[in-house]
T-cell receptor, first 111, second 112 residues
Framework: DVKVTQSSRYLVKRTGEKVFLECVQD?????MFWYRQDPGLGLRLIYF???????EKGDIPEGYSVSREKKERFSLILESASTNQTSMYLCASGGQHNEQFFGPGTRLTVL | GENVEQHPSTLSVQEGDSAVIKCTYSDSASNYFPWYKQELGKRPQLIIDIRSNVGEKKDQRIAVTLNKTAKHFSLHITETQPEDSAVYFC???????????FGQGTELSVKP
């Protein structure tokens, strides 16, 4: 059974803190993605990765960075969290011909 | 840039009625169009998809149609049930395995 997991379901951080969101997939997929979901704006792509140590900017990369040291793990980093980064963060993975499978999401609140 | 517009943003129907959600895309090179359903508090899950070499695809009560000339595609749900209530997202993709461009989502409410 396909599985994408995220390290936390809920996270509360303070402005200026460094935040790490972790995503792990067990399907040996090459491609991994980070989205944020906000009401009325749909799913917006932050960063994605086609391979280990490879990353590409999505539509809204500002204020974020990513790391992919191993094929199964893709991390999203908020270098200095701000209140406008309060959101639902969804990780997804997909093979070259497959659908994207989403993780359960992390609801991040920045105070 | 690449863009997907989705309408309506909210849709309320009576149980048993049909529901239609429409999307238009800007990138004429798009060739894969999935639809995701997200129930409250849960992750988005693929419910149906269509590729550009097909005009229509059906799976029980759901169907998707694609008009490549007009660059729009639609989701049709017949005989709606309360468990169809969810947020539905359309998306478009150009390259295999590449990034999906999502629409803004449609919140469907099916009233018993």
């Amino acid at each position: 059974d396909v599985k994408v997991t995220q390290s936390s379901r809920y996270l509360v951080k303070r402005t200026g803190e460094k935040v790490f969101l972790e995503c792990v997939q067990d399907m040996d997929h090459e491609n991994m993605f980070w989205y944020r979901q906000d009401p009325g704006l749909g799913l917006r792509l932050i960063y994605f990765s086609y391979d280990v140590k490879m990353k590409e900017k999505g539509d809204i990369p500002e204020g974020y960075s990513v790391s992919r040291e191993k094929k199964e793990r893709f991390s999203l980093i908020l270098e200095s969290a701000s209140t406008n980064q309060t959101s639902m963060y969804l990780c997804a993975s997909g093979g070259q011909h497959n659908e994207q499978f989403f993780g359960p999401g992390t609801r991040l609140t920045v105070l | 840039g690449e863009n997907v517009e989705q309408h309506p943003s909210t849709l309320s129907v009576q149980e048993g009625d049909s529901a239609v959600i429409k999307c238009t895309y800007s990138d004429s090179a798009s060739n894969y169009f999935p639809w995701y359903k997200q129930e409250l508090g849960k992750r988005p899950q693929l419910i149906i998809d269509i590729r550009s070499n097909v005009g229509e695809k059906k799976d029980q009560r759901i169907a998707v149609t694609l008009n490549k000339t007009a660059k729009h595609f639609s989701l049709h749900i017949t005989e709606t049930q309360p468990e169809d209530s969810a947020v539905y997202f359309c998306a478009a993709r150009r390259n295999q395995g590449g990034k999906l461009i999502f629409g803004q989502g449609t919140e469907l409410s099916v009233k018993p």
